[in-house]
């Protein structure tokens, strides 16, 4: 989901990916290779993308309905604008429908029969619009995947969430939804966390009203997407006998399989997560198998290490190997903002050809070194907008992290490289950020915070961005844990 410009260092260079084929030594033979899946740049989107084959889609079924889903998941959070950005980065930006609509029946034509939404998505608009794609396919087509999203505290009344869960059936024009989720939960610290779970699905006696929605078929699979206070989740497994999960989302590539908690110890490491539901039989539906694209944008000597292993596979179509290597995960999801997207995915999936022991202990190796590289665990999901002074922290924390992807942060005023990779974060900064909404603006107040899947604490985040930013200005060295 996955939108981030596909840049790589080399000696703090940006690579567009012909260049980045040739300094590994590829020449133009695999020119024809799909493009990197989530980083696609505008000089990339050119590029020709192989046509994946039509029959040839893996699928996994689904032990209650026995129902064959597609092990790709199309995510509807990051779709396209009439701009010709994901939507939502311009404020003025539409959503493509007529590009939505396209890149839905090439979907389907190609197998994908899973389609994850929320009333939370491109503000508010995603469950519209992807109503509007489906609806022109035959309902035994598709699976419709949607969530009760009842974060503010306005919309969890009874009145409000139940309202919420009929809009939803309204815009998606279905009379059931096949996959509902409790949106989120795990969100907060210690008691807090399970206390907002209570507030949102417990007292208001939600959860017992989804119940029986499900009784009476209007939904057909209930479940939770997980991010946060792990006993949230363990309460909930622990309950399994009562609620009866049909399914589970949880967050799973291969960093977060061993390093979630190291890199945020307030999150939990995927290993953990799968297991449990593993030993339940609750088949998992993945998110973020490519942690918000940093796991198809990798350091230029990780990304040598991935293709001189295999040429003819890019960096994402490993992580969604991985994803989907997994018996018990029932699909994996990727928000596919452009074709070139879809049509990777596709060639990785149709069909899946599953990754051996050796090959996950490759990758596990190469999440021993992304470690090192001390990113700010930011998927840009943006669950942190808006932010009420105008910062756009997303884009704060995405520039951060590229720019230590591409080493253009720098520790040493005599390193030989200073004033290059000094002008290369400060004006890539303004182009990035509008001055009004960076870093310097943040005050503190923690409004983001409890909104944070990753769990960050955003804003001493931002007070480390701005610490750099200003030494940077100021010529006074300060290294990347200012």
């Not at 032990?63 to 509807?76: D, F, N, W």
């Not at 429908?97 to 034509?109: F, L, R, T």
């Not at 949880?250 to 908690?261: F, P, Q, S, T, V």
């Not at 074709?339 to 999936?349: G, S, W």
């Amino acid at each position: 989901m996955n939108d981030n410009n596909h840049n790589n260092n080399n000696g703090g260079k940006t690579l567009s990916r012909r260049t980045f084929l040739k300094a590994l030594g590829l020449g133009t033979a695999t020119a024809a290779a799909p493009v990197i899946v989530s980083c696609a740049t505008d000089e990339e989107k050119q590029i020709p993308v192989q046509e994946p084959p039509v029959g040839k889609m893996t699928y996994r079924e689904n032990p209650k309905t026995h129902e064959k889903v597609s092990i790709l998941g199309y995510g509807m959070m990051r779709l396209p604008g009439k701009s010709g950005k994901p939507f939502g980065r311009d404020n003025e930006d539409e959503i493509d429908q007529e590009m939505v609509n396209k890149q839905v029946d090439y979907a389907i034509e190609h197998g994908v029969n899973y389609f994850d939404t929320s009333p939370a998505y491109c503000k508010g608009l995603s469950e519209h619009a992807t109503g509007i794609a489906l609806s022109r396919h035959a309902r035994d087509k598709y699976f419709i995947a949607t969530k009760l999203s009842n974060f503010a505290p306005e919309t969890q009344t009874r009145t409000a969430s139940i309202e919420m869960f009929q809009n939803s059936l309204r815009e998606l024009q279905v009379d059931y939804i096949d996959y509902l989720l409790l949106h989120s939960i795990g969100g907060g610290t210690g008691e807090e966390a399970m206390e907002l779970f209570r507030n949102r699905y417990i007292y208001n006696g939600i959860l017992d009203y989804l119940l029986e929605q499900r009784e009476k078929g209007v939904i057909r699979n209930l479940g939770f997407s997980y991010h946060g206070e792990i006993a949230v989740f363990d309460y909930l497994l622990a309950n399994h006998d009562k609620y009866k999960w049909d399914f589970v989302q949880i967050e799973l590539n291969y960093l977060d399989w061993g390093h979630a908690k190291e890199i945020n110890d307030r999150n939990t490491d995927a290993k953990y997560l799968y297991a449990e539901l593993d030993k339940r039989g609750i088949p998992a539906v993945i998110m973020e198998p490519l942690l918000g694209g940093r796991l198809a944008s990798l350091p230029l000597p990780l990304a040598r290490k991935i293709m001189a292993r295999d040429p003819e596979r890019t960096m994402a179509s490993w992580a969604f190997r991985y994803a989907g290597s997994f018996p018990r995960v029932l699909t994996v999801l990727s928000g596919m903002t452009y074709m070139e997207h879809l049509k990777e995915n596709l060639c990785t999936y149709c069909p899946l050809e599953e990754l051996t022991d050796e090959e996950k202990d490759f990758l596990y190796g190469i999440a021993d070194e992304i470690v090192d590289y001390n990113t700010i665990p930011c998927n840009d999901c943006k669950y942190c907008m808006p932010c009420p002074y105008g910062i756009d922290i997303p884009s704060v924390l995405t520039h951060y992290n590229k720019c230590i992807a591409e080493g253009n942060l720098t520790r040493d005023r005599n390193d030989p490289d200073y004033a290059r990779a000094r002008r290369a974060f400060l004006i890539g900064y303004d182009r990035s950020v509008p001055r009004l909404r960076q870093a310097d603006h943040c005050i503190g107040c923690g409004q983001c915070v409890e909104h944070c899947p990753q769990r960050i604490d955003i804003p001493k985040e931002m007070q480390r961005v701005n610490n750099y930013v200003e030494a940077l200005k100021q010529g006074i060295d300060r290294g990347l844990d200012a």
